[in-house]
């Protein structure tokens, strides 16, 4: 079978579990997610010996340690996805919901109704965990998905996927409303990006290379998790300790998220009292300092940034510094770097304040935060597939809502347009 | 300059002024608007000549006097313009609004903020009116506008793009806020379209051919307004007079409009009682009607449809009737040929309506109403840039909500994640 006739069979499929999905009620719905964390339970054994395949693969193409940790599976992981999908139960069901039904001068009665958008299609890398949270979220939002992870974790893929269409036929459901590819020819990726008879979005998890190479290809919509270059800055009129305690969290409380902190712009006027009990702690902590030369100056163990600096994502213990003028010099070096993911200003100026976040362009602006807020759990979403930096349909965080559209109801009584 | 060159100019010049825009007062946007509005009024002379000058070239060029008719501007469409315009001022600005801002655990405060998408492409045919109607919402809406018409309105257009931006000038905003392409270049609706530095929407109106070629090029997201292949359903349980009021208003209160139904269904138990008066009005009104074997045995006027009726966006005084058992082949039949514009069942029937609500996937789904109630202005969105087949961002009517996105908001004092 060519690449094409498994796309066309897998998506017709799709297509047809997707509109039994979409009129599945919440109890199925959600007693598919009950059945799908129970057959991983206790599938749990078959699931590390599917994994230790990979792994073992991994190790003898020499795959780099960090790859060969996200690959792994063991009791604690796949307790973790149980626990997931029963979450995900809690959550309330989007689907259905009519907002905003209101009488027309007409006299038909005019409101949206949330719907399933179809069909995702999930392309990730590495951490099998993906297959399951993914599956929960499509089922839960009433989509039939179409998984496709990465070659190294094919057969950790195969064994959830296995208990996952287990999970769905104990409910009633159709196996076909979560699939996932057999195929690792990576030009699949593409032929499903380009597949929008079949697929409604497509949401790319991965580095910046898989991303890119999925936005190319497609002639679907796809939500991009782009790269973060978060900032948070610090104002002449900043609390001091908040500006520390913000600055240090948002670098150190974890380095490889795509909301933390990469350059810290700080206010002339207070760089000279800030930055040193803060650079101190930084350097205790091991964070490598890059700095300008206003800076350098002022913490001598900082050392020369340059203009890639300003646009890197490091994912790393290193942290570039800028001191800036004002609040308009800090947000046009953001306009200029940031890559529109989180953007935080620590100040006491309420018009300052009000000025940064309504000026700044970014999925999140904050305000005396850490930018390492900025996810789906965090701002009460339940669950999240993504963290979009595209600002159509989507922005920030997208949990089941952002997996969904919404139709206009219209209801009359024999009405016709005069 | 290359048409490279001239989308270069033309982009940075719009992101300059959509950060400008994106923080103007709802006071400034509606001065500009009065006074766009008072200098299309004043220019009342000019717009006729420059339109003048149009028309003797399409009279030249031998363009038909349907699109002869959409590219003329006359005493009233120029009021119709000013009207429009005038009215956006009473719309609500959805700008900065703040929805859904709630504490989270860790005591921080998260809402979404209402923001412009940017930069919005909106690429058009002949109607002059298009360009002062586009321009108003974009603007409203926080957005800079880039305008394509076509070339057969050049003049015209460029005449109302004059008053445009002497409007945005005279209250103080930048006239490069509203820009109208000068280049008639076919390659440059390509060039636009693939432009997804400088642009964040792209909106074709027009043809089947603009949009899909549109939607080749483009490289930035695209709100399109496809086809409309609506359909009125007559259940078993329908009210005779309401759809036989209705069945007819659907199809012959405009032939040309893209929620006019183009395909009559009708269960097959009532058929006999409701078809034949409803025939006999269809053909005093000169309606043309096409019919599967069981419609030509109640309806001999009618003629046999193939399945290419079935799929056709007549827009004109023809209809295609099909008798089908229930409402499951009805919505079957949908489903088959349906292009997700707008579809309504006539039924006094709780469950079925309730079934057809929620199973049928397009953009309005209506009971007991007439399709042609499918836009802006009766849904009460005030004014709207089209309508939008998509199920991705906007669907349905695409008033000013549709030219915006949301970010989120976090507000806290002094908070770390833990």
């Known amino acids: 079978m060519s690449l094409e006739q498994e796309m066309q069979q897998i998506g017709q499929q799709a297509r047809e579990a997707s509109t039994m999905l979409a009129r599945a009620t919440t109890q199925m719905k959600n007693a598919a997610l009950e059945a799908m964390a129970s057959e991983i339970e206790k599938q749990q054994d078959a699931l590390m010996a599917a994994n230790k395949i990979d792994m073992d693969n991994g190790e003898a193409r020499g795959l780099n340690p960090a790859l060969l940790d996200r690959l792994a599976l063991n009791e604690e992981r796949i307790a973790g996805m149980v626990e997931g999908l029963r979450q995900m139960i809690a959550l309330p069901d989007p689907i259905g919901a009519i907002t905003d039904l209101n009488y027309r001068p007409s006299g038909i009665q005019v409101g949206k109704m949330r719907v399933p958008l179809g069909v995702v299609g999930i392309i990730y890398e590495s951490r099998p965990n993906v297959t399951a949270d993914a599956a929960g979220l499509c089922l839960k939002s009433g989509n039939a998905a179409i998984l496709r992870g990465g070659s190294e974790a094919l057969n950790s893929n195969q064994a959830i996927a296995k208990c996952i269409q287990t999970g769905l036929e104990v409910a009633g459901l159709p ?3 979560v699939q996932v590819f057999k195929t690792t020819d990576r030009e699949m990726v593409s032929e499903l990006a380009r597949s929008s008879q079949y697929v409604d979005v497509i949401i790319p ?15 679907v919509p796809v939500i991009k998790h782009l790269h973060g270059i978060c900032h948070v800055y610090i104002d002449d009129e900043a609390d001091a300790s908040k500006a520390v305690s913000i600055a240090f969290n948002a670098k150190t409380q974890r380095y490889g998220t795509c909301n933390t902190m990469e350059t810290l712009l700080v206010a002339k006027s207070v760089a000279g009292e800030i930055l040193p009990p803060l650079a101190a ?13 206003e800076t350098m100056k002022i913490v001598p163990q900082a050392t020369a940034a340059t203009d890639e600096d300003w646009a890197a994502e490091y994912l790393a213990p290193i942290l570039s510094i800028r001191v800036v003028d004002d609040v308009d010099a800090a947000m046009q070096h953001i306009r200029q770097y940031g890559s529109g993911h989180t953007e935080s200003i620590i100040t006491e100026n309420w018009t300052t304040a009000r000025r940064f976040l309504t000026e700044v362009d970014a999925s999140s602006v904050m305000v005396n935060a850490s930018t390492r807020f900025a996810d789906g759990f965090e701002y009460g979403l339940g669950a999240e597939i993504g963290i979009s930096t595209d600002k159509f349909h989507a922005r920030g965080p997208v949990g089941l809502e952002g997996l969904t559209s919404q139709k206009y109801v219209v209801l009359g009584d024999g009405h016709i347009r005069g």
Chains 1, 2 share one sequence.
């Open 205 to 219: 998890r991965g580095g910046k290379g898989l991303i890119e190479r999925v936005a190319e290809a497609a002639r």
């Open 281 to 293: 702690q930084y350097l205790e902590k091991g964070v490598e300092l890059r700095g300008c030369a």
């Open 175 to 177: 196996s076909n409303a």
